[in-house]
């Protein structure tokens, strides 16, 4: 708005400008002409006047009507019939009759032509013409002054009149264009003031315009829309306190079930491995193999189900810490050295030692952990995992490229699922089917965002995640809270699976 | 008898070059001294007249200052004649005192003829208005003029013919040349309505009809009565007095108006002189309104004459009609014919009776027509009268001794103040410097050369020159 006022302003100012330049050079012009004008009229007196003053001379008959009507003109100073000795003969003002027309202007003695002549005195703004006549045997010549006073006068008035009138209706435009832009504006600065109310998250505003053109019915619209977030909103905040409460009811199952199940584990782990170890049976040494193997993968299947219910928990907060990339991934390679060199697998760290992110190192070290433990299982023996990382606008992106099986595209679409596991058929008892669910809630809880690419089965699989290189501001906006209340339905879908599951 | 005529024709021839080289001095000083005062003009001319004049509020220094101006103009010549033209003053007795002042001022040995003016003296410096009045005097020095004074109070005749033959008697005894008419003779009446008429024919049993008698009739600002013609010897109201005027050098006058004569024209079928009842039987206003196409009536009707009370306004009236005045047609036997003006304003009761009345004599018998003019052609005779009284005189420009002017007040009225203001200037131009005096009178008298008489005629103006 600002803008278009100055533009309007410069214009409206140029307008102005032109304007008057035109009225000087219009003004300039109508002196010119008028002052020909006048010197031309003047010329017909005279040449009328000493005409008759010869054709009368004989009666004595002066052209007084003539003489009057010159002496009645605006322009007029003085009419003088001069004898040929110089002296003024008749005059329209008597006290110069008689007297020597030198005394008056002197500058004048030794001007020789007197016929059909202009005198001009540009410093005093008057003119002089004259013209001989003949008067019985003589020489008379009658000398017309005019002043050119009147004709600046008007050429000024008209200056004066045009610059006002344009001025005038030029500022009568601008107030005009100014209260008909502001009508347009208005409701458009009323409607910018109210979407940037509901955009602050205050939905009790309404846009008060009442006209009945397309800002109105916008704003109507508008109007319309707020109330129905603000109705969402209020379903939004329903669902979010029952997901709330389910969730909260969801984590106290889940940690009380874990609790309850991992209870009475905790003797069978203990206690039937030396069981298994005093049977002599062979038979039944297998059977309890078997139940040692399945109480572990269980024990295994309820600590991550508690991880992962904890990382659900928006209860749960990061410890955000300052965490070298390079560091920590070798640590992770350096807890699994055994299982690198069990299955023959090279892994290359090239991360960077000078890429610092803010984030929880705890769970970094997990998330690490649990994606380099699944490019380990489904690479073949001598395989090679590289891990790369790089700045990519405001996060770091991060891949762990292994050589293993692949994945199709549906897998690729589940892999982070909870309970996903990508070949069923395989009765894998270390895993869990939550680890990279777990990797995903880690990335997400940073602020980042995780997947997976693959050319195809047997091709291998690249993971990508990325992690903000500051931690991701607690602020929420709308977009936020939408995408929150999104993902909690969702993860409440996920959580009545999982419990139907369970 | 040849030897008399040959000497009187070599003085006169002598005379002549005498005068002709004393007008040249004046032809060649005229330029320069115009602007300057008339004692400069005199002292260049050399003695035989000049003017003096005085606007001072107390009228024994206005005298005194008049008097002293002429006579230093004049130099060391000794004036025989004076002729003097004065404001008013405000009362009777006022004027009374100024006369008296005039006449010690002058002494006893200048004879004196006086006129009272309306507004101001003209003279060559101008027109002369003072607050309290003016006063000029031309004083004449040449012995080559001789003038006879003559005077009678008109109240003491009943009859005007009477008056007039007496008054012109006294003149030419004053004179001192009994039986012999004078060259031209200075005529100075009263505005009060009288038979100025009568009283020249009674002039003209003295002189002849044809002898020009010129001159006008004293006048005040207000015509109120205040006007006094007045002589060496005495002082009038209601006076007559008559200079003869005897000389052989060059004298001639002008006497003209400024209007044109129209076709229309009547016989005043009734009129007592004064107030034409009748023109060709009809009533007198109808014929001069039909004269004027009905503009009269049609003014008249629309109260454009009226003053405050309703009544018809002389000064707003004869606006109009004295720019349409009447002209006084006058035929003689052998076909001649002559014409002169005369005033026509009528007044309420005039206008109620369908008369008109007018303010030089109409009798029952005269033709009359109507005549039109402006101010432009007033003015324009401004330059024509000098000029006809010096081509009568046979004298070029600045070759005259003195000259005489009558300006009719009627006619200044229809002249805006400042082309009027240049009168003096323009009559002094033509003139060539003659020193000149005049005055706006009531009525003026003159000849009509075409019928061979002088009559009393209104919106004139008229001059004597003598050279």
Same mark, same amino acid.
């Given at each position: 708005m600002r803008l278009f006022r100055k533009t309007l302003l410069a214009v409206f100012s140029c307008f102005l400008l032109i304007i008057i330049i035109l009225s000087y050079i219009l003004a300039i012009n109508h002196v010119n002409d008028s002052e020909n004008g006048l010197i031309e009229q003047n010329r017909i007196y005279g040449r009328l006047i000493s005409k008759q003053i010869e054709i009368g001379y004989l009666q004595y008959d002066w052209p007084y009507e003539l003489l009057n009507e010159l002496s009645n003109r605006d322009d007029f100073i003085f009419w003088w019939v001069v004898k040929g000795d110089d002296t003024i003969y008749r005059s329209d003002d008597v006290s110069f009759m008689r007297t020597n027309v030198y005394d008056y202007f002197?500058?004048? *003695?030794?001007?020789t032509d007197f016929d059909d002549t202009i005198y001009s005195n540009n410093e005093k703004n008057y003119e002089i013409y004259f013209k001989q006549f003949h008067y019985g045997s003589e020489i008379w010549t009658i000398w017309i002054g005019f002043s050119l006073d009147a004709i600046h006068q008007t050429s000024t008035n008209i200056l004066v009149t045009v610059s006002i009138s344009v001025i005038s209706i030029l500022i009568l435009i601008f107030i005009l264009l100014y209260m008909l832009m502001k009508s347009f504006t208005t409701p458009i600065v009323k409607l910018l003031k109210t979407v940037s109310e509901v955009g602050k998250g205050n939905f009790d505003v309404s846009s008060d315009i009442k006209s009945k053109d397309e800002t109105g019915q916008l704003a109507s619209e508008f109007n319309i829309m707020v109330k129905n977030l603000k109705d969402s909103r209020l379903k939004i905040e329903k669902y979010s306190k029952n997901l709330e409460k389910l969730l909260k009811q969801k984590d106290e199952f889940i940690s009380q079930l874990s609790h309850d199940l991992k209870s009475p584990l905790n003797p069978l782990i203990n206690l039937l491995p030396i069981i298994e170890k005093e049977t002599e049976n062979k038979k039944h040494r297998e059977i309890l193999c078997v139940v040692n193997r399945n109480v572990g993968y269980m024990k295994n299947l309820v600590k991550k189900s508690l991880k992962l219910a904890k990382l659900n928990a928006p209860s749960t907060k990061l410890k955000v810490e300052d965490v070298n990339l390079f560091d920590k991934i070798n640590m992770t390679i350096k807890k699994n050295d055994n299982i690198f060199n069990n299955y023959n697998i090279k892994i290359k760290n090239n991360v960077s030692d000078k890429i610092n992110i803010k984030a929880d190192s705890l769970q970094i070290e997990e998330l690490f952990d649990n994606i380099i433990n699944n490019s380990i299982k489904y690479s073949p023996d001598g395989g090679t995992i590289a891990i790369d990382a790089k700045f990519e606008n405001d996060f770091v992106n991060v891949s762990i490229k292994d050589e293993g099986n692949g994945m199709t595209p549906e897998q690729i679409v589940h892999v982070f699922d909870e309970f996903y596991k990508a070949d069923w058929s395989r009765h894998d008892f270390d895993s869990s089917g939550l680890g990279l669910s777990i990797c995903k809630r880690i990335v997400e809880k940073h602020g980042g965002r995780i997947w997976v690419e693959s050319k &195809?089965? &047997? *091709?291998g699989s690249t993971f990508y995640f990325n992690i903000p290189i500051e931690n991701v501001s607690a602020e929420k906006n709308v977009s936020q809270e939408i995408d929150n209340f999104l993902y909690l339905r969702e993860l409440k879908q996920k959580d009545k699976d999982q419990l139907n599951d369970i | 008898m040849i030897l008399n005529k040959i000497c009187k024709l070599l003085i006169v021839s002598f005379l002549s070059i005498v005068l002709l080289s004393l007008s040249g001095c004046i032809d060649q000083n005229n330029n320069k001294l115009n602007l300057e005062s008339s004692k400069n003009i005199q002292e260049a001319v050399t003695t035989l007249a000049a003017v003096g004049w005085s606007i001072k509020e107390d009228y024994n220094d206005a005298v005194s200052e008049a008097v002293d101006m002429a006579k230093d103009g004049l130099g060391n010549e000794t004036p025989v004649f004076a002729y003097v033209v004065l404001t008013p003053r405000s009362t009777s007795e006022e004027n009374s005192n100024v006369a008296d002042e005039i006449r010690n001022q002058l002494g006893p040995n200048v004879k004196m003829a006086g006129i009272t003016t309306k507004l101001g003296v003209m003279t060559n410096d101008g027109i002369h208005v003072g607050e309290n009045g003016s006063i000029g005097i031309l004083l004449v020095a040449s012995e080559n003029i001789t003038f006879g004074v003559g005077e009678v109070n008109l109240e003491d005749f009943n009859s005007s013919e009477e008056a007039g033959k007496t008054a012109m008697q006294n003149a030419i005894a004053d004179a001192g040349n009994p039986g012999t008419s004078p060259n031209m003779t200075l005529y100075i009446g009263t505005t @009060? @309505?009288? $038979?100025d008429m009568r009283i020249l024919d009674g002039i003209a049993e003295v002189i002849g009809a044809e002898s020009p008698v010129i001159g006008g009739s004293a006048n005040d600002d207000k015509v109120s009565g205040l006007w006094m013609q007045l002589t060496h010897r005495k002082s009038y109201e209601n006076g007559l007095i008559l200079v003869a005027i005897y000389t052989n050098l060059k004298n001639g006058w002008g006497f003209e108006t400024g209007y044109k004569l129209t076709d229309h024209s009547g016989i005043a079928?009734?009129? $007592?002189g004064y107030l034409i009842s009748e023109i060709d039987d009809q009533p007198a206003l109808d014929v001069y309104d039909e004269w004027l196409n009905g503009e009269l009536y049609e003014k008249l009707n629309a109260g454009e004459f009226n003053d405050e009370t309703g009544n018809i306004s002389f000064s707003k009236i004869k606006e109009f009609t004295l720019l349409n005045p009447v002209a006084r047609v006058l035929r003689i036997e052998d076909g001649r014919i002559g014409h002169y003006t005369v005033s026509p304003i009528p007044s309420t009761e005039d206008v109620a009776s369908k008369k008109l009345r007018v303010f030089a004599e109409i009798q029952e018998g005269w033709e009359i027509a109507l005549y039109r003019g402006t101010w432009q052609t007033h003015m324009n005779r401004v330059e024509t009268i000098p000029n006809d009284a010096l081509d009568r005189a046979g004298l070029n420009p600045s070759e005259g001794i003195f000259a005489i002017m009558q300006f009719c007040n009627g006619l200044r009225s229809q002249i805006p103040s400042e082309e009027f203001e240049k009168v003096p200037a323009i009559t002094d131009d033509v003139l060539g410097g003659v020193p000149f005096i005049g005055a706006i009178t009531g009525g003026e008298h003159g000849p009509i050369p075409e019928v061979g008489r002088n009559v009393n005629a209104n919106l004139i103006e008229c001059m004597i020159v003598v050279g």
């Open positions: 002197p500058q004048l *003695k030794n001007r &195809g089965v &047997g *091709k | @009060r @309505r009288g $038979d079928t009734i009129s $007592d």
